[in-house]
């Protein structure tokens, strides 16, 4: 796609950024046919290629309008369209930089405003966030229906942490909206990890990685979190912590690329490499530390019968979809082909707070898929995902090292 970008952002990093990206596009179209919000709303402008567009028109110098806003507001930036890409166009990275310009130049009703603006001041706020969750849950039954099923009735007890006791450790973050939604996640990591010889700690400032607020064009908000994050890491990387564990795949590909993000900062640039460099997810974790053999458990004689729901940020933006359902069949779980596996549930961050309607019928469709051969259990690997969906569903839905932990732990 050849580019003539305006003077504003000709020459510097976001407009070089932006525009490498633009020249791979050939305008094939391949990206509609798995793109949800296409698929759903049938609107080329509600597709990567036609968003493609609208970015560039505004990159070369036209003015964006509110409309040019929906639409790439609708967009769930689950990367589906970048897997089946022939041409390796960076999409999620170029929406990033197409919603920034935008959002500087359009202005919001005072209504959206106020309610991003809600969302980007509780939910990375871990402390805040849980209090609220705590009271929702104190009020659910006086609750709308639609509220209600938003708020988790309880959390489950996370259970015991193994004490940091193995030469080799690793760090594993909280993250902001997990440990009140899911703290069993973490807990559970610890301990198949401990199995493995591996201990696993939190660091006890590290608050949310920034991925909320850089989604929701808050993008110096989303880099200073990834700034106070990493300084936080930063003691257990120079005393030489093996990896940086991620158990929610949506956090995880955010800090995968802090590198990316934070190229241009000369404070931060090569810690945040380092960082990048550092993380893993904990399906890496676990398949690394077998070293390609067999792990190390025995799963229990009957097979559970599950769904797996890939995250769009665990099978489309880091590619490690087949690794997770490997993991999950070795501890013991059947797993039942899902239609249309490669389809966003419409969870997405704040997505389903910001665009109700089409979350819900994406979930709807996702759930559809996911319980037609009747699961015992539905399994995913990010908390976004998991109390989005549970909120549509009377099957269990779990973290996928919950429920590998639990198993392994009943046939030892």
């Known amino acids: 796609m050849q580019t003539d970008l305006a003077d504003y952002i000709r020459g510097t990093p976001q407009g070089d950024e932006a525009e490498s990206i633009l020249r791979k596009c050939v305008h094939c179209g391949f990206c509609t046919a798995t793109c949800p919000t296409y698929q759903l709303l049938g609107d080329e402008l509600d597709g990567p290629r036609g968003r493609i567009y609208l970015i560039k028109q505004v990159l070369e110098g036209a003015e964006p309008t509110q409309r040019t806003q929906l639409h790439l507001d609708r967009c769930l930036t689950c990367r589906s369209c970048e897997t089946t890409c022939?041409?390796?166009?960076?999409?999620?990275?170029l929406a990033d930089i197409g919603r920034g310009i935008v959002e500087a130049k359009v202005a919001r009703p005072w209504h959206e405003r106020i309610k991003r603006r809600a969302i980007a001041a509780v939910?990375?706020?871990?402390?805040?966030?849980?209090?609220l969750v705590r009271s929702g849950r104190w009020l659910r039954p006086m609750l709308p229906a639609r509220w209600r099923a938003a708020v988790p009735a309880h959390a489950a007890p996370?259970?015991?942490w193994p004490p940091a006791r193995h030469a080799r450790r690793m760090l594993v973050l909280a993250g902001c909206a997990q440990p009140a939604l899911a703290p069993?996640?973490?807990?559970?990591?610890?301990?198949l990890l401990d199995r493995l010889g591996i201990s696993l700690v939190e660091a006890p400032r590290a608050g949310c990685c920034g991925a909320l607020r850089f989604h929701l064009n808050y993008h110096d908000e989303g880099l200073d979190d990834m700034?106070?994050?990493?300084?936080?890491?930063w003691p257990y990387v120079e005393q030489g912590i093996e990896a940086i564990v991620m158990t929610a795949s949506g956090c995880g590909i955010t800090v995968k690329d802090y590198e990316t993000l934070l190229a241009h900062d000369p404070a931060y640039r090569d810690k945040a490499a380092k960082v990048s460099a550092l993380t893993r997810d904990l399906t890496e974790v676990l398949a690394e530390a077998s070293d390609g053999a067999s792990l190390p458990w025995r799963p229990r004689a009957r097979e559970v019968h599950a769904a797996f729901h890939l995250p769009c940020t665990l099978q489309h933006g880091q590619r490690l979809g087949a690794l997770a359902e490997r993991l999950v069949r070795s501890a013991g779980f059947r797993l039942s082909p899902v239609q249309d596996a490669h389809m966003c549930c419409g969870s997405a961050g704040s997505y389903s707070l910001l665009h109700p309607d089409i979350s819900q019928q994406l979930r709807a469709k996702k759930l559809a898929h996911l319980q037609a051969s009747g699961p015992e259990v539905i399994l995913t690997a990010n908390i976004g995902c998991l109390h989005h969906l549970a909120a549509g569903t009377p099957v269990p839905v779990e973290h996928w090292a919950v429920a590998v932990e639990r198993q392994i732990t009943a046939s030892a």
């Open 86 to 93: 022939p041409s390796g166009v960076r999409y999620g990275r």
């Open 123 to 131: 939910v990375p706020n871990r402390r805040l966030f849980g209090s």
């Open 158 to 160: 996370p259970g015991p």
């Open 184 to 191: 069993q996640i973490n807990a559970a990591a610890a301990r």
């Open 227 to 233: 700034r106070r994050l990493i300084d936080a890491w």
